[in-house]
T-cell receptor, first 112, second 117 residues
């Protein structure tokens, strides 16, 4: 299994509070991604990264920011959480020479 | 705009039977990749199979095969000899044309498969 860990696994927070989700990998892959999963939408890309300090926006990036100060860590921050950001968040990694993405176990976030 | 469509919200199949999960895609890019992922009730996303648009043969991985019909823009997943453990949500995905090397994937809404004994 790909060495990818998401934390926390579950979080409940209140509207307006900042939240940071962490993705940690032990594979030393440069490509990392954050997706959110909502019923009826499959997974949608929030942000992605190709190495330290190289990040870009995906399809649904509004309200989210990311940081990657080390190859192994990709952080997703909700600056001021809203109820519409209640979702399951998946981190994924990819090896340079491979097509497929490997996903973490996901973080269930509830914003009340 | 690129799009992945999975028209079957739910399917069921008898154990040991084969089942086909439908996926159609829309892209104007001649170079693309198609993926299938499985999500069991435990929630993790498991890669099953990949097909490149220039691949001449249909991809196969054990009991999984991808029925790739380029002219019809379909990439159906065939599971042979279904097992109870195949009960899960299945997602079809396509590499975005503008991905470059980033392999940004667009996902369909998924099909929930139930395997009955």
């Amino acid at each position: 299994d790909a060495g990818i860990t998401q934390s926390p696994r579950h979080k409940v927070t209140e509207t307006g509070t900042p939240v940071t989700l962490r993705c940690h990998q032990t594979e030393n892959h440069r490509y990392m991604y954050w997706y959110r999963q909502d019923p009826g939408h499959g997974l949608r890309l929030i942000h992605y990264s190709y190495g330290v300090k190289d990040t870009d926006k995906g399809e649904v990036s509004d309200g989210y920011s990311v940081s990657r100060s080390k190859t192994e860590d990709f952080l997703l921050t909700l600056e001021s959480a809203t109820s519409s950001q209640t979702s399951v968040y998946f981190c994924a990694i990819r090896e340079d020479t491979d097509e497929k993405l490997f996903f973490g176990s996901g973080t269930q976030l509830s914003v009340l | 705009a690129q799009k992945i469509t999975q028209t079957q919200p739910g399917m069921f199949v008898q154990e040991k039977e084969a089942v086909t999960l439908d996926c159609t895609y829309d892209t104007s890019d001649p170079s693309y990749g198609l993926f299938w992922y499985k999500q069991p009730s435990s929630g993790e996303m498991i890669f099953l199979i990949y097909q490149g648009s220039y691949d001449q043969q249909n991809a196969t991985e054990g009991r999984y095969s991808l029925n790739f019909q380029k002219a019809r823009k379909s990439a159906n997943l065939v599971i042979s000899a279904s097992q109870l453990g195949d009960s899960a949500m299945y997602f079809c995905a396509m590499r975005e044309a503008s991905s470059g090397g980033y392999n940004k994937l667009i996902f369909g809404a998924g099909t929930r498969l139930a395997v009955h004994p």
